[in-house]
C-alpha cells in the first residue's frame, strides 16, 4: 500500500513539474495572444499548445500505458476531453476577467486581470488534469 502511494506521489510530483513547463508555454502564448485577439481564443490557441506537451511528455516519462489501446489512440481521447476543459476554462477565465475588471480596483489586478484570471484558474485544471490522464493511461 505504501508503494501505491510513493508511486502516486512521485507521478503527481512528476506530472506538475511537467505540467508547469506547459503552463508557462501556455502563459507566454495566452499573455502574448490575448493582446491582440478575444481572451478565449487566445486561451484555446495557447492551451492547445500546452496540453500536446504535457501528453506527449507524460506519456513517456511518467505514466505506464498497461491497456492493449495504444497511446495515439488514447491521444484522440485526451484532446477531445482537453477540448472540452480547455473551453470550459476558457469561459470562466473570460467571466473571471469581466468580474476583475468590473468589481476590483487594485491598479495592479486591473492591469493583469487576464493573466490574473488564467492563474486562479489553473490549479484546479492540473488537479483534474492529472486525475483524467493517470486514468487514461494506466486504467483505460
Do not use: R
Not at 495515439?72 to 470562466?92: A, D, E, P, R
Not at 473571471?96 to 468590473?102: A, D, P, Q, S
Not at 468589481?103 to 484558474?121: G, P, S, T
Amino acid at each position: 500500500m505504501a508503494d501505491k502511494f510513493f508511486k502516486l506521489l512521485n507521478q503527481a510530483l512528476h506530472f506538475f513539474l511537467i505540467s508547469g513547463v506547459g503552463w508557462l508555454m501556455d502563459m507566454l502564448i495566452y499573455s502574448i495572444l490575448s493582446n491582440f485577439i478575444p481572451v478565449m481564443v487566445a486561451n484555446i490557441i495557447s492551451s492547445s499548445v500546452a496540453v500536446t506537451y504535457v501528453y506527449i511528455v507524460s506519456t513517456k516519462k511518467i505514466f505506464e500505458n498497461t491497456s492493449k489501446i495504444n497511446i495515439k489512440t488514447k491521444y484522440v481521447f485526451y484532446i477531445l476531453y482537453q477540448l472540452g476543459m480547455i473551453l470550459g476554462s476558457s469561459f470562466v477565465i473570460g467571466k473571471l476577467t469581466n468580474f476583475l475588471i468590473k468589481n476590483i480596483n487594485i491598479k495592479f489586478i486591473l492591469k493583469y486581470a487576464k493573466i490574473c484570471a488564467k492563474i486562479l484558474v489553473t490549479p484546479f485544471t492540473m488537479v483534474i488534469n492529472f486525475i483524467f490522464m493517470k486514468f487514461l493511461i494506466e486504467k483505460v
